[in-house]
């Protein structure tokens, strides 16, 4: 007990310093959702039916979007939960430019009883940088 006493201010610095390296793991996920790559997403993709979802606006998905990607607006997204519903149990893939709406959209899409989702780190500029395809119109 005096040992704890006596170091307590060293054990402090101990406990912040093991927490500080496991921060990013414990707020790695993005509205309950799980982030990946655009690497992981493509490997995802191949496997096999997987559902990708772009919340954008639609000017911004028509001038350039995934490919098979659906395109279900950010504000659409509660409105819209009944159309999607039959891709319940299957992998979903969130995206947006950056990553921030798709996270909110992931929030949503859990919340529902969506369980497999995931959010595309750093959005439709990751994929790009990624120099992955993208689909016109």
């Known amino acids: ?4 006493i006596d170091n307590i ?5 101990a406990l912040t310093s ?14 309950g959702a799980r982030n990946i790559s655009p690497k992981e997403a493509v490997l995802m993709m191949n496997r096999g039916h997987l559902l990708v979802i772009d919340v954008r606006d639609s000017a911004d998905f028509v001038n350039g979007h995934i490919a098979n990607a659906m395109n279900v607006p950010l504000s659409e997204i509660p409105d819209r939960l009944v159309s999607i519903t039959k891709y319940k149990e299957k992998p979903i893939l969130v995206n947006c430019q950056s ?6 959209a992931c929030s ?3 919340k529902n009883g ?3 989702v995931y959010n595309l780190e750093g ?6 940088e990624a ?3 993208i689909m016109k119109g």
């Open 99 to 104: 990553g921030i709406r798709s996270g909110k």
């Open 18 to 31: 093991g927490l500080m390296l496991i921060w990013p793991d414990i707020f790695r996920h993005s509205g």
């Open 114 to 116: 969506f369980n497999d």
């Open 123 to 128: 959005g439709i500029t990751g994929w790009v």
């Open 108 to 110: 949503v899409l859990k």
């Open 131 to 133: 120099k992955l395809p």
């Open 1 to 4: 007990m005096k040992f704890l």
């Open 9 to 13: 201010f060293l054990i402090g610095l």
